[in-house]
């Protein structure tokens, strides 16, 4: 067997279906092929560092200076050697031309999906993530369904700075930039959960914006987004609340606290007491005293919620930025009043400390949105 075949072959710390010593778990179908890349770059690390160390090691024995003897060049001490110079030229030629090859060939394969990949269309922003399935007019956020054993196509997009896609478990990773699509494929091989991460410093939550990525066999699959696309519409309206907590503030949440904490943006503790009181105050010192009431730009004070969602940016609370993106075209209607109705009735949904309380009592809870009044 050739030296290439040999390290090409062993896989010290081999990683399985189940993970290795440095990989992560795989469950994509080009996963074992860049593991093998990996490993061979790796091997060919590790025989190089071990017979540099042993002729380092050799060298410092057969060759040292004994005390009583001083440095000297003799006049016929050889100053090169052709053969020598080179076997360690050509050889680390051949393999990075090796590395190269298995490389462009890797890459050639994930930049090119196949023609029937399930087309799911990806959103990042400061500090979350929105996957469209056009198939289904169904939107996920924190969250990307997709079918087992069927090729899987990403076209992405940032409404701001770059991120980046990375999902370690498929061995996929691409940069998601604004004003400009990019994709990525896989083609997932095992069903479970996986995480996805943004891999590209984006701004101080960075490391927040996380998802998980839920591999389901394509019965399940179908099931699942049929009935993601239907929820919000099949929802009675005394469940509103509790769908706009478990279901969409999760886009809300790596700015909008529920315990009172201080984010990117203010916490939603208090804010339909802030909001109904009109004590908020803006950049511009107005309070939102001001602007509410007939005649005023917001009649009732859920109007002031609904508009912050769909128009961040036209008053700015004091002591925030206002980096928050709209909201508009990515909510459905009854979904923004499931927000508001979350917002209002968040006394009931979560205790002291932001928790979730399991099987809230929403018994003559305020569901009314405003609307109409
Ligand atoms: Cu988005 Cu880091």
Not at 142 to 164: G, Q
Request: overall charge negative.
């Amino acid at each position: 067997m050739s030296m290439l075949g040999l390290l090409a072959t062993m896989k010290l710390g081999e990683a399985t279906s189940g993970g290795g010593f440095w990989m992560p778990e795989s469950a994509s179908t080009v996963a074992p092929e860049v593991d093998s890349v990996f490993y061979f770059i790796n091997n060919i690390n590790y025989f190089f560092f071990a017979l540099c160390m042993v002729i380092l090691i050799w060298f410092a024995f057969r060759y040292h200076a004994k005390p009583s003897e001083h440095a000297t060049f003799a006049a016929d001490a050889p100053t090169h050697n052709t053969p020598l110079e080179l076997t360690w030229t050509v050889v680390p030629l051949l393999l990075v031309g090796v590395i190269f090859w298995l490389g462009m060939d890797g890459y050639l394969e994930l930049n090119e999906s196949p023609e029937d990949a399930y087309e799911v269309q990806v959103t990042g922003q400061k500090w979350s993530w929105t996957f469209q399935h056009p198939e289904f007019g169904v939107t996920e956020a924190a969250e990307l369904t997709v079918p087992l054993n069927k090729p899987v196509r990403l076209i992405m997009t940032s409404s701001d700075v770059l991120h980046s896609l990375f999902i370690p478990a498929f061995r996929v990773k691409n940069d998601v930039v604004p004003g400009r699509y990019t994709s990525l494929w896989f083609e997932a091989n095992k069903p479970g959960q996986y995480r996805l991460y943004c891999a590209e410093y984006c701004g101080k939550d960075h490391s927040k914006m996380l998802a998980v990525v839920n591999v389901l066999p394509e019965d399940e699959f179908q099931t699942r987004l049929g009935k993601l696309a239907r929820e919000y519409e099949d929802i009675d309206d005394r469940d509103l609340p509790a769908y706009g907590l478990t279901r969409l503030y999760n886009r809300c949440a790596s700015c909008h606290s529920l315990d009172g904490s201080s984010g990117t943006g203010p916490s939603f503790k208090g804010l339909w007491d802030r909001t109904r009181k009109g004590t908020t105050v803006f950049t511009n010192g107005q309070d939102l005293k001001d602007l509410a009431g007939p005649g005023g730009e917001f009649e009732v004070p859920e109007n002031y919620l609904r508009d912050s969602i769909l128009n961040p940016q036209r008053h700015i609370v004091q002591n925030y930025t206002g980096s928050m993106p709209t909201f508009k075209g990515q909510l459905k209607e009854r979904q923004i009043d499931a927000l508001v109705l979350m917002i209002k009735n968040l006394d009931r949904l979560v205790d002291e400390q932001g928790v979730p309380i399991e099987n809230p009592d929403l018994e003559g809870a305020d569901i009314s949105t405003g609307a109409g009044q």
